[in-house]
């Protein structure tokens, strides 16, 4: 089956700066890149998401890169801000059915 | 929309017991997703339904789980009996063919199993 692997696990970063997280997959029948943001306590939730037949996508201060070739994606966030601050987990998506990386703890400091 | 609805919000039981969660997935979405969240295993599909059908239920760790879906509005996952190491958050989500894979996260079961 498919394997996401996710680094780093933790990220600190201080506030105004860029932060980047980036994942590899096994499954080159992926074609669905989904990154989901879950504050403590609270649901994951979409924050963008990239398909297959698009290498990058931009909103507002996140993007997304999409390596096909080499099987990796990649969430950057800039102008970070403390509100940024959760677990962020990639996923790949094949069939409707998503297997997600182990997640990313990032912690913006004022 | 009120978006995926999981009860009960939480849950603390003894080893022993059957516990029963519920879901009601976003109106019109045909894809209902079981998953399991640990700190050590992270997130994990336990169960994809697709049009009320079970299409891959790999995920389910053993026989004391099962999971139903009667119609297109409600879904139960079921623990009989629970024991210590289900303890978890239990999300379901939804997804229909509007939003393509998008998968949408109900508020999560949070389970204690004493």
């Known amino acids: 089956g498919e394997n996401v692997e996710q680094h780093p696990s933790t990220l600190s970063v201080q506030e105004g700066d860029s932060a980047v997280i980036k994942c590899t997959y096994s499954d080159s029948a992926s074609n669905y890149f989904p990154w989901y943001k879950q504050e403590l306590g609270k649901r994951p939730q979409l924050i963008i998401d990239i398909r297959s037949n698009v290498g990058e996508k931009k909103d507002q201060r996140i993007a997304v890169t999409l390596n096909k070739t080499a099987k990796h994606f990649s969430l950057h966030i800039t102008e970070t801000q403390p509100e940024d601050s959760a677990v962020y987990f990639c996923?790949?998506?094949?069939?409707?059915?998503?297997?997600f990386g182990k997640g990313t703890l990032l912690t913006v400091n004022p | 929309d009120a978006g995926v609805i999981q009860s009960p919000r939480h849950e603390v039981t003894e080893m022993g017991q059957e516990v029963t969660l519920r879901c009601k997935p976003i109106s019109g979405h045909n894809s209902l997703f079981w998953y399991r969240q640990t700190m050590m295993r992270g997130l994990e599909l336990l169960i994809y339904f697709n049009n009320n059908v079970p299409i891959d239920d790999s995920g389910m760790p053993e026989d004391r789980f099962s999971a139903k879906m009667p119609n297109a509005s409600f879904s139960t996952l079921k623990i009989q009996p629970s024991e210590p190491r289900d303890s978890a958050v239990y999300f379901c989500a939804s997804s229909g063919l509007a939003g393509g894979e998008t998968q949408y996260f109900g508020p999560g079961t949070r389970l204690l199993v004493l």
């Open positions: 996923a790949t998506g094949s069939n409707y059915k998503l297997t």
